[in-house]
């Protein structure tokens, strides 16, 4: 059964930093594509980050770049997202997702599997 499991979310002060972490199984994890999306209170679901399956290409929403990165590592079936810098707007529910196209997509309907989520709360 393919499941994405998110770790790593709680509460940091603002400027703070945080490392999410997902872990994949039951699929090929190193054919797809990895996706952190993010839901704030009251808004829709949006793309953040996003990396090819390769390693070559990335996308970073324009309220991320230069605070988020992404890495994956294809031995462990594990993708992370370093956090730094974080302001109150970057609060929700951080979801990893898979997405088996061969182009880069931000967008959630190509995903094929979901983790629950982890919640991330930047707040003094």
């Known amino acids: 059964q393919e499941q994405m499991v998110e770790s790593g979310g709680g509460l940091v002060q603002p400027g703070g930093s945080l490392r999410l972490s997902c872990a994949g199984s039951g699929f090929r994890f190193d054919d797809y594509s990895i996706g952190w999306f993010r839901q704030a209170p009251g808004k829709t679901r949006e793309a953040v980050v996003c990396?090819?399956?390769?390693?070559?290409?990335?996308y970073y929403g324009d309220s991320v770049k230069g605070r988020f990165t992404i890495g994956r590592d294809d031995a462990r079936n594990t993708a992370e997202l370093q956090m730094n810098n974080l302001v109150p707007q970057d609060t929700g529910v951080y979801y990893c997702?898979?997405?088996?196209?061969?182009?880069?997509?931000?967008?959630?309907?190509?995903?094929?599997?979901w983790g629950q989520g982890t919640q991330v709360t930047v707040s003094s």
């Open positions: 990396i090819s399956s390769d390693d070559r290409l990335a």
């Open positions: 997702a898979a997405d088996h196209s061969t182009s880069l997509a931000a967008v959630e309907i190509m995903y094929d599997y």
